[in-house]
């Protein structure tokens, strides 16, 4: 069994930054691509970010190259550098892991993280 834990949401004002992070741990022999999606009221859930296990990234044509995402390989870790936040950026924030366990890969979402962005 794998569990994800996310950190790092929260409220702030325009302009300023965040930086989350999604953790898995128990039975990994390694991890596959690693994304970042957000859920705003009323709206879809759309991807925000990913990373392939070799370091391709890719991004929502709508962030403007305000979102940076990482992974730290080592600690099954994926992160989410958020500058110049937006009210529009307000949404919960969820990770997407791909996990290779001994049985094969396995999907696995985070709880979600509260992102607010508000004046």
């Known amino acids: 069994q794998v569990q994800l834990v996310e950190s790092g949401g929260g409220l702030v004002h325009p302009g300023e930054s965040l930086r989350l992070s999604c953790a898995a741990s128990?039975?990994?022999?390694?991890?596959?691509?690693m994304a970042w999606h957000r859920q705003a009221p009323g709206k879809q859930r759309e991807l925000v970010a990913g990373?392939?296990?070799?370091?391709?990234?890719n991004y929502a044509n709508s962030l403007e190259g305000r979102f940076t995402i990482s992974r730290d390989n080592s600690k099954n870790t994926v992160y989410l550098q958020m500058n110049s936040l937006k009210p529009e950026d307000t949404a919960t924030y969820y990770c997407?892991?791909?996990?290779?366990?001994?049985?094969?890969?396995?999907?696995?979402w985070g709880q979600g993280t509260q992102v607010t962005v508000s004046s």
């Open positions: 997407n892991l791909g996990i290779v366990e001994w049985s094969g890969v396995k999907n696995y």
């Open positions: 990373v392939t296990g070799s370091g391709t990234t």
């Open positions: 128990g039975s990994i022999v390694s991890t596959a691509t």
